[in-house]
């Protein structure tokens, strides 16, 4: 893992309050469950029909039938469950999901995601993605602020096929923790060491800076 | 319907009621539930030009991965089939025609089935690409996408422990689409590590009565073990 990656997840872990329930999607976000101290009261969701999962621990077994949303062996904690996909849905189409992080392709300035297709490229299906997207209460979306090329992957709008429309909450890159707002997409922290310049440059979307208010992370 | 005396079955005679064509519900999701032993007697058996309709693709050489690399899956119906390399080529050579649905309608749209509703309606995928394939209607003020049932001819499904009369009862996350399926398909092969005699499940564990299910098999669990080590992470 790189040291972007890590300072996103530690900057993510933040967001979890104690006593939530939280949908990991894959990839980096997975790799939040290690971020989230064993004694902390949260309950893991995965889609693929668990309530409370934990990672194992060093040299904990698999049991062959508990796995996550991607693929990986789980154990649960304290006050799990275990469900069917059609109640796994339930749940998260009631938005009984307090908090889902998931990555990105492309976010924009009103909050449409697109994380599922590269038209021509990459279409292995959506998943859970969609419902969850537009369900939960609160989406945060964690990615790097530009793709391997260089390409800003905060836009004006997203030009890839969407997920859900107007659904993120807050943007949580290598560079600028971002809120998605009427007024459009607020910069509430800022990498350590990057300037607003640097910032704005790296970025296709409109930001709103106020420089007295930034955090840095 | 089969009569609850006559459920219990061996596996070559469970498959062998399977034509070649049919639409076949798979349960699973990745490896846990996936009935694996019932899927490679179908390999054995030879069934083609078969519809699919699973969660995923399993993984490569494993589950209906070994079907569609056999080429005997015409079309699958499906939510993500990112796990399996073999599957995505075949897709994308147009030897495998594929459906994908958003997991939660797939889940919702065989639940329905299951049911006994014809098609329910929907805020899910709206202002996406999902939309522009369905039908519409208007009710109480609002636009909502209209998602017809999925049914199948066939359901495979697995369970930890079954009764003769095919109760069943599922382990873990290998519950998944298992009992989604095995209300929604017109016979429904079940494969058990364990089938025991009426009477001796816990009545308030029951997951699927029996009145849904066709079929029984027992099968070991060394029979599924060689799908369930492939991807440990």
């Known amino acids: 893992m790189s040291a972007d990656q890590q300072r996103i997840l530690v900057r993510a872990a933040r967001e979890v309050i104690p006593g939530q329930i939280v949908n990991l999607g894959i990839g980096l976000p997975t790799q939040l469950f290690h971020h989230l101290p064993e004694e902390m009261e949260v309950l893991v969701h995965s889609e693929n029909g668990v309530l409370g999962c934990r990672p194992r621990r060093e040299g904990e077994a698999p049991d062959w039938d508990m796995i996550d949303s991607g693929g990986a062996y789980i154990a649960t904690r304290p006050g799990a469950s275990v469900f069917d996909s059609a109640m796994s849905f339930a749940m998260i189409r009631r938005s009984r999901v307090d908090v889902t992080f998931m990555g990105a392709f492309e976010v924009d300035e009103i909050g449409n995601l697109a994380n599922w297709k590269i038209p021509g490229k990459f279409s292995p299906g959506i998943g859970g993605a969609m419902e969850l997207a537009q369900k939960v209460k609160r989406l945060v979306i964690l990615c790097s602020h530009n793709d391997k090329h260089g390409n800003p992957k905060i836009l004006h709008r997203c030009r890839l096929p969407l997920t859900a429309e107007r659904c993120v909450s807050r943007i949580i890159t290598d560079k600028a923790v971002m809120d998605v707002t009427p007024a459009g997409l607020t910069v509430v922290d800022i990498a350590e060491g990057l300037s607003v310049v640097e910032l704005r440059e790296a970025t296709e979307a409109t930001l709103n800076i106020d420089e007295r208010q930034l955090g840095r992370f | 319907m089969t009569l609850l005396t ?228």
């Not at chain 2, 589950?63 to 080429?71: D, Q, S, T, V």
């Not at chain 2, 919702?108 to 089935?113: D, H, L, V």
């Not at chain 2, 398909?185 to 308030?204: C, D, H, K, M």
């Open chain 2, 6 to 233: 006559q459920k219990f079955r061996l596996i070559e005679e469970a498959i062998a009621a399977i034509p070649h064509g049919a639409s076949i519900m798979v349960g699973g999701f990745g490896s846990p539930g996936t009935p694996f032993a019932l899927i490679d007697e179908l390999l054995a058996q030879g069934q083609r030009d078969l519809t699919l309709i699973k969660n995923d693709a399993n993984e490569p050489g494993i589950g209906i991965g070994k079907l569609i690399e056999a080429g005997r899956v015409r079309r699958l119906v499906t939510s993500h089939i990112g796990l399996n390399r073999d599957a995505i080529a075949a897709m994308n050579r147009g030897e495998l025609e594929v459906e994908l649905f958003p997991q939660g309608l797939l889940a919702e749209k065989i639940r329905s089935a299951g049911a006994g509703h014809h098609a329910f309606i929907t805020d899910i995928g709206q202002g996406t690409e999902i939309a522009e394939k369905r039908r519409e209607i208007e009710l109480d003020g609002r636009t909502w996408g209209i998602e017809p049932s999925l049914y199948a001819d066939f359901a495979l499904v697995h369970a930890e422990r079954a009764d003769r009369y095919g109760n069943l009862i599922y382990r873990g996350t290998a519950s998944n689409f298992n009992p989604l399926m095995a209300m929604a398909a017109e016979t429904v092969i079940a494969q058990a590590y364990r089938v025991e005699e009426p009477g001796s499940l816990p009545l308030e564990a029951i997951h699927t009565p029996c009145a849904f299910v066709s079929q029984v098999v027992e099968v070991t669990p060394a029979t599924s073990e060689q799908g369930r080590r492939v991807h440990v992470s």
